[in-house]
């Protein structure tokens, strides 16, 4: 994707954050944690195929509930039949462990190492499944999916068998899965794909992995990642806050104060944040995920969901440091407000939505009007842990409930299903999280910052 448009001459890259995400541990935290892990963070998506959703004008895709829900129990219903006629034995085959039997002590680090080959074998099936694909964001993530595999010998084979065995459940010769550390090699390849597509969301995951690996290899970009420019993102993507706020992180690491406060200002005015890596989640509902043995696909459902939290947070560390406590620029609060209100009401991730509380009182908010924030955003996440499942772990009953909460999650993201299921309750923020609001008064009063 290119651009004719004039720019501003753009400063130099600073380093994205590491990649650090600990992926074997990942798998198994987010197993026992559910999604909660992600709403404790504060600021610093016969089977009826669901496919990729195409860029939408809002902040997230929109999507009935109650479909996923009858995708998700379709997909379950195979091994719902067998655990019912066969005993223990053919659920602990089929899904797992037996309802009965408790994930602690030895037996929780043995299941974390099958759930991590587990979530190995899906992702190579789906890897391979996105290579016939004709849509560039399909091919985008098929790419981002490669950097979170090491190399294995089922590669050089037959790609069809490899991916028979792992539907079925059976053993595939694997490489382990790695870090997600961007190498030059893939980022190069998403640029490719990015400036040989119209689509802006290509573009917007070339934008990040070639930040990652120039930040991983501390040189300048080469090859197609050269040709990649965040300005250009920016003027075709208009109303995206995602790349503004890249380029505001990257002038502030350059103390470049003009083009901070421009490309902030140019964010504030953005009508969503959209940052391309929410297409890892949506993957949970691709047709190759769904034919998977439960066990292999609610663990690949975990791995797709690791992922899409290893990209999040573009520009999260200019928004904190453009809107501190305190601040008094009435035109800076005005903005601050803004991207407070966009994050919360339109964001996709609850870590979004937690940075826009934790903004809203520099932003000039009033004291109720921020603890009305507050309250919604704790009032989001005990919707969303009531919706975890709560069957016993790697049962068949927690499989096909995990397959539907991953199916609803990949809807709209964690913030998003938090909106619908807030409205469909009928309640207000301050029933659901059984706090009032004098209390929630008294905390902030005490000095204590809202989000914390």
Known sequence: MRSDKPRPESAPAVPCRKPGLWLGGAVLGLLLLG????????????????????RMPGATPDGPVAATDAVAAAAAADAVAA????????????????DTEPLEGTIGEAIGRQLESAAEQGIRVLHRAL???????????????????????????????????????????????????????????LARVALASTDTRPYAIAAMACSRAQAALATAPEGACGQIDLWTWALNDVGNAAPWLMLAQRANAANDVVAFDQAMFNAAHADRFEYGAFDALRLVNHPAVQRLK???????????????????????????AWCPQGLEEANRQQACGDLATMLIDRSSAMIDVSLGVGIASAAGWSEERVLQADLRRDAYARLLAQGVPQAPPLGCAW??????????????????????????SGEDAATIVGRSTPERRSRFRGGRPPYL
């Open 131 to 189: 290579a016939a694909s004709a849509d560039p964001q399909e091919r985008a993530m098929r790419l981002v999916l490669k950097s979170y595999l090491k190399p294995s010998a089922a590669d050089a084979a037959d790609a069809a068998a490899s991916a028979d065995a792992a539907e079925a459940g059976d053993a595939v010769t694997t490489g382990g899965l790695s870090s997600g550390a961007m190498t030059a090699d893939v980022a190069d390849a």
């Open 83 to 98: 655990h019912t006629a066969g005993g223990e034995a053919d659920k602990a085959a089929i899904c797992g462990l037996p």
């Open 35 to 54: 999604w909660i892990a992600a709403l404790r963070m504060g600021p610093a998506e016969g089977h009826v195929p669901v496919q990729l959703a195409a």
């Open 399 to 424: 499989m096909r409930d995990q397959a539907r909460w991953a199916g609803q999650v990949a809807q709209a993201g964690d913030a998003g299903l938090a909106r619908r299921l807030l409205a469909a």
């Open 294 to 320: 439960p066990t292999v696909r609610v663990a690949t459902m975990l791995m797709l969901t690791a992922i899409w939290v290893d990209w999040q947070t573009p520009g999260h560390a200019a928004v904190m």
